[in-house]
């Protein structure tokens, strides 16, 4: 049985920090999604990553994959308060659509 | 449509009562799936379609929960005789044949009084 598990499952930091999220997950897989959820919404696909070592960017969040170690990282550079939400990852453990576990989920708050 | 639909959006409902949840995916997307989100909680897969073959129901909680699907178009969740520990958001998701990732629908928050 696939197990995806996030740490931490709550952050508070400063403003300007930086600070990375962990998903471990516990069977062979190659395609693992970051997803972001803002209270009360739907979630929101951040980065898709396919391959062992795939790094993909966007603003202030960086998400890599390594394959090998059943591991993927989401690290924030110089946190703004808008990066406060909910940051899901998810792994499958087949090729094509088959149903993504998720991890707990990571409640990210960024204070002043 | 443009996005994944889902309704109602929001759904108060007495314990023992039945209930319904509508889901219309995007339009040729072949991959439907239901989750739970408990409050605060990640998410629990329900059930799983994909195209016309059977679907994979294993995620469904009990036999109270049952679900179907109109070809590769709107997708019904029933719950009944809700109760209280049914209370969360139920999402839809979509996707094409094949694709990364899902897209998700704004959810059904099912509060049982």
């Known amino acids: 049985e696939l197990k995806v598990e996030q740490n931490p499952l709550f952050l508070s930091m400063q403003e300007g920090k930086n600070y990375t999220i962990y998903c471990n997950y516990s069977?062979?897989?190659?395609?693992l999604y970051w997803y972001r959820q803002d209270p009360g919404k739907s979630l929101e696909s951040l980065f898709v990553l396919l391959s062992n070592g795939a790094v993909k960017q966007e603003g202030r969040l960086m998400a890599s994959l390594d394959t090998k170690a059943r591991l993927s990282t989401l690290h924030i550079t110089a946190a703004v308060h808008d990066l406060s939400a909910t940051y899901f990852c998810?792994?499958?453990?087949?090729?094509?659509?088959?149903?993504?576990?998720f991890g707990k989920g990571t409640r990210l708050s960024v204070i002043a | 449509g443009a996005g994944v639909s889902q309704s109602p959006s929001n759904k108060v409902t007495e314990k023992g009562k039945d209930v319904e949840l509508r889901c219309d995916p995007i339009s040729g997307h072949t991959a439907l799936y239901w989750y739970r989100q408990r409050l605060g909680q990640g998410l629990e897969f329900l059930i799983y379609?994909?195209?016309?073959?059977?679907?994979?129901k294993s995620g469904l909680p009990s036999d109270r929960f049952s679900a179907e699907r109109t070809g590769e178009s709107v997708s019904t969740l029933t719950i009944q005789r809700t109760q209280q520990e049914d209370s969360a958001v139920y999402l839809c998701a979509s996707s094409p044949t094949g694709s990364l990732g899902y897209t998700f629908g704004s959810g059904t928050r099912l509060t049982v009084v």
């Open positions: 379609f994909q195209g016309n073959s059977a679907p994979d």
């Open positions: 998810a792994v499958d453990s087949n090729s094509g659509n088959t149903p993504l576990v």
């Open positions: 069977t062979t897989s190659d395609r």
